[in-house]
């Protein structure tokens, strides 16, 4: 009879080790890190308004960017977020082997992938082998696609983008994004946003592409039929408006390649925000994902929750149901959790009551041991949630990684780890760092690598006013 070994956690001990390659520049007040989240891995270290850096976690080394030439004064409130839509458009023309951006595109974007969304080739997704580096670019899919490219094939590569805002007070280049297939800063709006940006805060994306480059989903099906600005499927039980502000997207079939936000569900039927351009039926297969078009963002020692879309460049102020019961302070963290696995907790990838996607989880800092969630799909927070043993405070200089349904915490500057699990709502001690920390300062410089052969993961860090930087194997 096969017996577990729970030996493991004690055999393989949790050792922060030193990284060969020092961060090019100290934390100070104010620097993070942003994870691009995708099968590449590629970190960017923000360091000040003129200094960014990438890191890649395969050589450990990091090398300067293009300057973001941010407004304000960088600072407290410095936040941004990673996402893995890149540059979309229309095709020039192509073949199966082929297709031609008008895009100039700056390195190798081998191994991300393409996604045909209209036209010849609709629903396609290919890994890229390999593209033409300048003006025009031309992209090679490792396998050919459905049918040939033509002008009428519209796309979007699976790239990372990082999204910035800057602190002190905001003016135009405050919110800026750095593409990486192109390699260039754009300046995006700032209405709707306060006048000034300060104390902390939590830029948090919600990507359908996300870890090892695949499409998160958490619902599949075949459609039943549709209307103009619907999708049905009649063997489906879900909860109203369970899916609202998510996306959809049709894979394969009549209508492949679409994508639309979805404005409420029935238990049959999502409607959609925009009419479809080609009304799904019953060979219609799709996907319901995290929304590509939205960021979140909180933060300014106010419960005010502001959403920015992508598509639109405009931010709106939302109006939750509830608000939340207090403002994030100092330390404070956001994460959207979308990968509890079902084995620790059947509940969150249930599909007709689905929690994976649909909450942002928010420990308010501020020297407090206080979390909160925010319900994307209802529009409203709950707050204060019950864990345990919720006696451990955060504020400045705490960091926290997402990964795998917990959430990794690093005690300000005191080298003390801990680890919350969503699914059973506790937090236990991960880990504690024994090498000394500067002083604890605002900035998240935390995030993940995980070691693609393997998948082993590693938690990893620039510590505080330093250079160095520490992982430790999550085991």
Same mark, same amino acid.
Request: glycine residues 10%; charged residues 10%; proline residues 4%.
């Given at each position: ?20 390659? @020092? ?8 620097? #993070? ?86 036209? @010849? ?96 989903? #958490? ?91 992508? &598509? ?7 109006? @939750? ?19 509890? @696995? ?6 969150? &990838? ?11 989880? &928010? ?83 935390? #995030? ?28």
């Amino acid at each position: 009879m096969p017996v577990a070994n729970f030996n493991r956690k004690i055999l393989d001990q949790k050792r922060w080790t030193v990284m060969t390659s @020092p961060a090019p520049a100290a934390t100070a007040a104010g620097t #993070f890190v942003i994870s691009s989240r995708l099968s590449q891995q590629r970190q960017l270290y923000v360091v000040s308004n003129t200094v960014q850096y990438l890191y890649y976690p395969a050589e450990d080394g990091y090398i300067q960017i293009p300057s973001a030439a941010l407004a304000g004064t960088f600072g407290a409130g410095a936040c941004g977020t990673g996402a893995a839509i890149g540059p979309s458009g229309t095709a020039t023309g192509g073949s199966t082997t082929a297709l031609n951006t008008n895009l100039t595109l700056a390195r190798s974007l081998a191994g991300y992938q393409v996604e045909i969304t209209g036209g @010849p080739g609709a629903g396609d997704v290919r890994t890229i082998a390999f593209n033409t580096v300048g003006a025009n670019g031309v992209v090679t899919p490792t396998v050919p696609f459905s049918a040939a490219i033509t002008a009428s094939s519209t796309y979007r590569l699976i790239t990372p983008r990082y999204y910035v805002l800057g602190a002190g007070t905001l003016a135009a280049g405050s919110f800026r994004v750095y593409d990486f297939a192109t390699n260039a800063w754009t300046t995006l709006t700032i209405t709707g946003l306060p006048a000034s940006w300060g104390t902390d805060g939590r830029m948090v994306a919600t990507p359908s592409y996300a870890d090892n480059g695949v499409d998160i989903n #958490f619902a599949t099906g075949t459609a039943t039929g549709g209307t103009s600005t619907t999708l049905s499927n009649s063997a489906k039980a879900w909860a109203a408006n369970q899916w609202a502000n998510s996306q959809v997207k049709i894979v394969a079939g009549t209508g492949a390649g679409q994508i639309r936000t979805i404005a409420s569900n029935t238990g049959t039927a999502l409607t959609v925000s925009a009419a479809w351009t080609t009304t799904p039926d019953a060979t219609s297969q799709y996907h319901i994902e995290g929304n590509d078009d939205f960021l979140y963002l909180m933060g300014n020692n106010a419960v005010t929750l502001y959403r920015y879309s992508i &598509s639109g460049n405009t931010w709106t102020t939302l109006s @939750p149901t509830a608000a939340r019961a207090a403002a994030p302070g100092l330390g404070a963290s956001g994460s959207w959790v979308y990968n509890v @696995p079902s084995a620790r907790d059947s509940r969150w &990838s249930d599909e007709n009551s689905i929690i994976n996607g649909r909450r942002i989880y &928010s420990f308010r800092g501020g020297a407090g041991a206080v979390l909160d969630y925010y319900d994307i799909a209802a529009n409203t927070w709950v707050s204060g949630v019950t864990y345990a043993p919720a006696a451990e405070t955060f504020t400045t200089g705490t960091k926290w990684v997402y990964a795998d349904g917990y959430l990794y915490i690093a005690k300000e500057a005191t080298g003390r780890w801990f680890r919350y699990d969503f699914a059973e709502q506790s937090m236990v001690g991960w880990s504690v760092n024994v090498y000394p920390s500067g002083a604890a300062i605002l900035g998240d410089t935390a #995030f993940d690598v995980v070691e693609p052969e393997t998948g082993v993961r590693f938690i990893q860090y620039i510590l505080n006013t330093s250079t160095i930087v520490m992982r430790c194997m999550v085991v």
